[in-house]
């Protein structure tokens, strides 16, 4: 039985997360301000008939594709808000499932460091693949479970605050992102990824994270 893990429409891409996916993905690369749709599944090998669906029935391009034995990730864009929403459409068809079947996102955990310390930004920087959070910034890490949904809070908060995307990881058990700045653009941001997540409908699921 497939599960609808993640399963969320971004209506712009924005240009930090747009350039983050550009630079991990092995895909075709999204530029900022298409549109794009993150589906998760489970298990993740069905993910590639996901994909088959989506890319038949659309102009869709894929970005990422993720296979793991629990858990499958597929992203695809368009500059048009319409094949991107078609694609989605596609899949749901394909799983016989509606939207609000999905699962509802849960924050896992959520903390704000403030006035990092130089040595601990060192640690971060040499383990993240976006932007370097510099001494003295504020750092923002929050982690959900579905992974999937890791991604809206990201594209949100980059709209809500001028701050740095530092990583974002939306596969595996859980998604977790870290972002940097000033502090008052930080709790902007805390604010904006926090309400993203809280605001998604879907359906309640025993396994989650207590």
Not at 41 to 58: C, E, H, M, Q, Y
Not at 63 to 72: L, M, S
Not at 129 to 150: C, K, R, V
Request: glycine share 8%; proline share 5%; aromatic share 8%.
């Amino acid at each position: 039985m497939t599960v609808l893990r993640t399963y969320v429409f971004l209506d712009s891409l924005q240009p930090q997360l747009a350039s983050y996916i550009g630079s991990t993905a092995r895909g075709f690369l999204p530029v900022p301000y298409v549109a794009s749709l993150f589906v998760e599944i489970s298990p993740g090998i069905s993910i590639n008939r996901i994909t088959d669906v989506a890319l038949k029935a659309t102009k869709v391009q894929p970005a990422v594709q993720i296979v793991e034995r629990a858990y499958g990730l597929l992203e695809v864009h368009h500059e048009d808000q319409g094949e991107t929403r078609q694609a989605g459409h596609e899949i749901l068809d394909f799983l016989e499932m509606e939207e609000d079947e999905r699962l509802k996102p849960h924050i896992v955990s959520s903390q704000i460091i403030r006035s990092v310390e130089p040595y601990q930004c060192q640690l971060i920087n040499r383990n993240r693949n976006g932007m370097m959070i510099l001494p003295g910034q504020s750092l923002f890490i929050l982690e959900t479970e579905p992974a999937g949904y890791i991604i809206y809070a990201a594209n949100e908060a980059e709209k809500a605050a001028d701050i740095s995307l530092v990583d974002v990881r939306p596969f595996g058990a859980f998604g977790r992102l870290y972002l940097a700045g000033p502090e008052s653009e930080i709790d902007s941001a805390t604010q904006a990824a926090m309400a993203a997540v809280e605001g998604l409908s879907g359906k309640e699921w025993k396994g989650k994270a207590k």
